[in-house]
């Protein structure tokens, strides 16, 4: 008879994140082992640049060198990326120093996969591909594509095959972000993982939510550990309520995952990308900056939104939605925060900046913890008919062949 050993208890230290080496991504080796996750209209460009100057040493001088992360761009749609949609080629562009560039690609139809993944690899345009199927959107989903896809086995096999046979002729990895499943009676992550590796994948990403969770309750880190423990000849990367450094640390050590991938938890704060790369360098020191500082960083970023879009009026409505994230936790009145809310110049920006009192320090727990906005756990829109089977039928393939034209541009 053979004696099961029972599985690590929720807390128990399966690996040491201080004896973490560095992470292998294909021929990419990333000396801190963290990606920031792809964000549909916040990973740009711009976004990407700022965060990759914390999170390269620290510093955050304009030109800052030496890539330590993975920083990877919104989500765009293959199909989009086949006809040259002028904003989805907006959205690949790249900073002339940013290494590994990194693209992640939306996917329903292995044909134009492999057409988008051949453009970014003949073209010189990635260096890294990432495939979503975690995404949980409904205007996703109820046609099949992200965290519902794999759900159809032969089809996501069929997608991720073709993006690693257009992507290796140029040492270009693939990747794959997932979520557990759909709901926790219909689980795909351990199937997916096991084709995604079989067919040739760098790495697998695991949001431990459901879709139907989105992005509610609690990410559930003993998935990571299951897949960990399922998926070995590549590395595992964990996903999901990562707020600090010690967030990935303690993933680490319960999950035994070879990497963690930060999305939420950099909002308004693209210095915990320097926490993190403190944290599994073995240092303890934090990054606790003052409203001044803070609101450096904003008008920085706010800059390089300007030049992204060149555009000043866009720049601004862009960073708009950040105001609340950056200044979480600090006295900043609810007639400013709706001001800033509504800035259309950097001149403005710096007038309504101007009136706080840039000495206050870090607010600390008041400013740490979750940021976005959660929402509660729903029923996933789907396709009609689509938990019936595993198997692709014909009506359903008509759906999936169109689902990227409702997403297309981005």
Same mark, same amino acid.
């Given at each position: 008879?053979?004696?099961?050993?029972?599985?690590?208890?929720?807390?128990?230290?399966?690996?040491?994140?201080?004896?973490?080496?560095?992470?292998?991504i294909?021929?990419?080796?990333?000396?801190?082992?963290v990606?920031?996750?792809?964000?549909?209209?916040?990973?740009?460009?711009?976004?990407?640049?700022?965060?990759?100057?914390?999170?390269?040493?620290?510093?955050?001088?304009?030109?800052?060198?030496?890539?330590?992360?993975?920083?990877?761009?919104?989500?765009?749609?293959?199909?989009?990326?086949?006809?040259?949609?002028?904003?989805?080629?907006?959205?690949?562009?790249?900073?002339?120093?940013?290494?590994?560039?990194?693209?992640?690609?939306?996917?329903t +139809?292995? !044909?134009?996969?492999?057409? *988008? %993944? =051949? $453009?970014?690899?003949? #073209?010189?345009? @990635?260096?890294?591909?990432?495939?979503?199927?975690?995404?949980p959107?409904p205007?996703v989903?109820?046609?099949?594509?992200?965290?519902?896809?794999p759900?159809?086995?032969?089809?996501?096999?069929?997608?991720?095959?073709?993006?690693?046979?257009?992507?290796?002729?140029?040492?270009?990895?693939?990747?794959?972000?997932?979520?557990?499943?759909?709901?926790? +009676?219909? !689980?795909?992550?351990?199937? *997916? %993982? =096991? $084709?995604a590796?079989? #067919?040739g994948? @760098?790495?697998?990403?695991?949001?431990a939510?459901?879709?139907?969770?989105?992005?509610?309750?609690?990410a559930?880190?003993?998935?990571?550990?299951?897949?960990?423990?399922?998926?070995?000849?590549?590395?595992?990367?964990?996903?999901?309520?990562?707020?600090?450094?010690?967030?990935a640390?303690?993933?680490?050590?319960?999950?035994?995952?070879?990497?963690?991938?930060?999305?939420?938890?950099?909002?308004?704060?693209?210095?915990?990308?320097?926490?993190?790369? @403190?944290?599994?360098?073995?240092?303890?020191?934090?990054?606790?900056?003052?409203?001044?500082?803070?609101?450096?960083?904003?008008?920085?970023?706010?800059?390089?939104?300007?030049?992204?879009?060149?555009?000043?009026?866009?720049?601004?409505?862009d960073?708009?939605k950040?105001?609340?994230?950056?200044?979480?936790?600090?006295p900043?009145?609810?007639?400013?925060?709706?001001?800033?809310?509504?800035?259309d110049?950097?001149?403005?920006?710096?007038?309504l900046? @101007?009136?706080?009192?840039?000495?206050?320090?870090?607010p600390?727990?008041?400013?740490?913890?979750?940021r976005?906005?959660?929402?509660?756990?729903?029923?996933?829109?789907?396709?009609d008919?689509?938990?019936?089977?595993?198997?692709?039928?014909?009506?359903?393939?008509?759906?999936?062949?169109?689902?990227?034209?409702?997403?297309?541009?981005?």
């Amino acid at each position: 008879m053979t004696v099961l050993e029972a599985p690590p208890a929720p807390g128990a230290l399966v690996r040491d994140p201080s004896a973490l080496p560095p992470l292998q991504i294909g021929r990419h080796t990333i000396t801190s082992p963290v990606v920031l996750a792809p964000m549909a209209g916040i990973t740009n460009r711009a976004f990407r640049r700022l965060c990759r100057q914390y999170g390269n040493d620290g510093s955050v001088a304009a030109g800052a060198s030496g890539a330590t992360s993975l920083y990877v761009s919104e989500m765009i749609t293959s199909r989009a990326l086949v006809e040259r949609v002028p904003l989805t080629m907006k959205l690949i562009e790249t900073d002339p120093d940013e290494n590994p560039r990194s693209i992640q690609l939306y996917c329903t +139809d292995p !044909l134009n996969a492999g057409k *988008a %993944a =051949r $453009i970014l690899a003949s #073209e010189g345009r @990635a260096d890294h591909i990432d495939l979503n199927f975690g995404c949980p959107v409904p205007k996703v989903t109820r046609k099949g594509g992200g965290s519902a896809l794999p759900w159809k086995t032969e089809l996501f096999r069929g997608i991720v095959s073709a993006v690693v046979r257009e992507a290796s002729p140029y040492d270009i990895p693939v990747t794959v972000k997932m979520r557990k499943g759909i709901d926790t +009676d219909h !689980l795909t992550y351990l199937e *997916a %993982a =096991r $084709i995604a590796e079989g #067919e040739g994948v @760098a790495a697998v990403a695991l949001h431990a939510r459901t879709a139907a969770q989105a992005y509610s309750g609690h990410a559930d880190w003993s998935a990571i550990r299951t897949l960990k423990e399922t998926v070995t000849s590549i590395p595992v990367l964990g996903n999901g309520d990562i707020w600090s450094a010690e967030d990935a640390m303690r993933m680490v050590a319960e999950t035994g995952c070879d990497g963690v991938v930060v999305g939420r938890g950099c909002l308004g704060r693209p210095w915990l990308f320097t926490d993190l790369a @403190a944290a599994f360098a073995g240092s303890d020191a934090r990054v606790d900056p003052t409203l001044g500082e803070v609101c450096a960083t904003l008008r920085r970023h706010a800059e390089y939104l300007v030049e992204f879009y060149d555009d000043e009026l866009k720049g601004c409505r862009d960073i708009r939605k950040h105001i609340a994230w950056y200044f979480k936790g600090f006295p900043v009145g609810s007639q400013l925060r709706h001001q800033l809310a509504l800035v259309d110049s950097l001149a403005a920006l710096d007038d309504l900046v @101007a009136g706080l009192d840039l000495d206050a320090p870090w607010p600390g727990a008041a400013a740490d913890g979750p940021r976005g906005r959660a929402g509660s756990e729903r029923r996933v829109v789907l396709p009609d008919g689509w938990l019936d089977t595993q198997e692709l039928t014909a009506e359903q393939a008509a759906w999936v062949a169109e689902a990227e034209a409702e997403n297309s541009g981005g």
